[in-house]
């Protein structure tokens, strides 16, 4: 099965303020783990604002047909303003969509028929979407298995793991690597009480000049 691809226009990026101090004054002393601690809040916010932004104008393009089912979007990635969601219409089709949070472009794809990411019968690793935005983001699914870890080079990658698909059946992950890396990913999976490796092969091909995984 191959992968559908799409490129998103990564919209505005978050605008930060910087607190006010009177001329001459100091700043006030702030520890290292409150300021990572305001961050971390800051940057939590500022993703939520995007991914309900990003939401509500995908779901305002989409045909009635198209909307998701019982279940909601689930957010896939967060990349400079702009989101990447996937879904299941109410008729069983995969659907993929991103979107700027306050303005540009809007991208959505739905497999035609269900039959067009059917559950395979055997343990296997699922490529479905890859996005370039400012990272190349990736979202794949596991049917009769489940994925335990993604690695590039042995080093492990941020994995996340989204709503599932068919009923349950199939799993869904996501996960980020540079833009333009070339390779391959290895994805360690887990079959009942044995683990096995597959390989997946990113987008970008594998050249001198761009990072790669091996």
């Known amino acids: 099965m191959k992968r559908v691809i799409v490129s998103a226009l990564a919209g505005a990026a978050l605008a930060s303020t910087a607190a006010c101090t009177s001329p001459g004054e100091p700043p006030p002393a702030k520890s290292r783990t409150a300021s990572r601690a305001a961050s971390s809040r800051a940057t939590t916010a ?28 689930s957010t896939a990635a967060v990349d400079r ?19 700027a949070a306050t303005g540009g472009a809007v ?15 055997r343990p296997t690793v699922v490529p479905l979407v890859v996005t370039a ?47 333009r890396t070339g390779g391959r990913v290895t994805v360690t999976v887990r079959r009942g009480h044995t683990t096995a490796t597959e390989h997946m092969k990113l987008l970008w091909e594998d050249r001198g000049n761009h990072p790669a995984c091996r």
């Open 107 to 121: 991208t959505t794809s739905c497999a035609s028929t269900p039959g067009s990411t059917a559950y395979s019968s």
């Open 81 to 99: 303003g702009s989101a990447l969601f996937v879904w299941e219409t109410g008729d069983r089709r995969f659907c993929f969509g991103s979107a």
């Open 133 to 179: 935005i400012t990272d190349q983001h990736e979202v794949l699914g596991a049917d009769h298995e489940a994925v335990v870890k993604v690695t590039c080079n042995g080093r492990p990658l941020a994995l996340r793991r989204l709503a599932p698909f068919l009923d349950g059946r199939r799993s869904l992950y996501a996960f980020d690597v540079p833009a």
């Open 46 to 73: 500022g993703r939520e604002e995007v991914t309900a932004g990003a939401r509500r104008r995908l779901l305002a393009q989409l045909p009635t047909r198209d909307h998701p089912g019982r279940a909601p979007m």
